[in-house]
């Protein structure tokens, strides 16, 4: 016999033996059972097992896909494949000891594998891939082009970042998109910035972290558009209990959060100084005086729609601008809540 052909008969048979034995090897790994406390014991065997399985049966785009990169995900991968298999009932305890086999986390991998946006999501990391082993090239722009749109960016993003290419010619396109994806971060925290001088120089201010209108057809406007309640905070800028009340209250979390999410804060001041327009000046009865600044307008609202003239005060009005409730100076945390409707959590 040709020894040629005997040594190829030879190799096929040692392949076939070698597959038959990784085969085998594989189908056991699959009936091997995993825990909270296995992975935690040897992150590096599970990590190995994990690639194996995935590599054997899916391929490498997957394993990014599901591990990251660098597999750095896999044991959160694990994790939300351990709680999806725990009962609603099970404690903490359970959770850690609870087992599953790999034969059971691939099954959860496969259905994820089968959503509708998998495809788009393969799509993605392939010419991820592919685009990181470049450097940024005008000459090559058009084929780089394609793949950087399959990565999700839009024509005029794509465009931005053509002329990073004509600015860093030769840089490889994982620092080149890295100094893209900083100068977006950049954008968008110079437009929040802007946003915030703009809010504070004209209808908004923020304090501790609560958004709050300064002119009260502003905030009412406001609150129609977004269909919340209002709260009306009749202040002073001299008003020192005021600045205690907000130290001690604006600045809990959960109050804050409250205001934030749920109502729209007007902060009235009496004493505001700012001139009226000619046509707005006017007597009001209520105060015995003529209104010349803007301060005597919020004075009037405060004894006139709700019979009080002191500071601080405070009323929330319902979607239909009808007083809910009211409070006047206060720094316990309870009663303001109580006053805003925030309930209590009860002890279980």
């Known amino acids: 016999m040709n020894m040629k052909i005997l040594l190829t008969i030879l190799s096929l048979l040692f392949i076939g033996f070698a597959y038959g034995q990784n085969k085998q090897e594989y189908e056991q790994l699959l009936k091997k059972e995993l825990s909270l406390q296995d992975i935690v014991e040897d992150p590096e065997e599970f990590n190995r097992n994990l ?115 004509i600015e860093h010619e030769g840089l490889p396109y994982i620092e080149l998109l890295g100094i893209y994806v900083q100068s977006l971060e950049q954008k968008k925290e110079e437009a929040k910035a802007k946003k915030m001088k703009n809010d504070n120089t004209k209808e908004l201010f923020y304090l501790h972290g609560i958004k709050i209108y300064k002119d009260y057809q502003a905030g009412i406007r406001a609150a129609e558009e977004a269909d919340k309640p209002v709260l009306l905070y009749f202040t002073g800028f001299g008003c020192v209990n005021g600045r205690k009340m907000e130290d001690s209250l604006f600045m809990n979390d959960e109050i804050a959060k409250h205001i934030n999410d749920k109502l729209v804060l007007i902060s009235l001041y009496v004493d505001d100084r700012s001139r009226l327009e000619e046509n707005e000046i006017r007597y009001s009865k209520t105060l015995g005086r003529e209104m010349k600044i803007k301060g005597h307008v919020y004075q009037e609202m405060q004894v006139k729609e709700f019979n009080a003239n002191s500071q601080p005060f405070l009323v929330l009005l319902n979607t239909n601008k009808e007083e809910v409730s009211r409070i006047g100076y206060t720094k316990s945390v309870d009663d303001f809540k109580s006053f805003l409707g925030i309930k209590k959590e009860t002890v279980k």
């Open 51 to 165: 690639k194996t399985i995935i590599y054997h049966t899916l391929d490498s785009i997957d394993y990014q896909i599901f591990c990251g990169p660098a597999g750095n995900n896999a044991q959160l991968l694990a994790l939300g494949a351990l709680k999806n298999s725990v009962n609603s009932n099970s404690t903490s305890e359970d959770f850690i000891t609870e087992k599953i086999t790999y034969q059971e986390l691939l099954e959860q991998l496969m259905q994820v594998r089968e959503m509708e946006d998998y495809p788009k999501i393969r799509e993605v990391v392939i010419a991820k891939n592919q685009l990181e082993k470049r450097n940024a090239s005008q000459s090559d722009w058009q084929n780089d082009k394609i793949l950087i749109l399959k990565m999700g960016f839009n024509e005029q993003q794509t465009n931005e970042i053509y002329e990073l290419v």
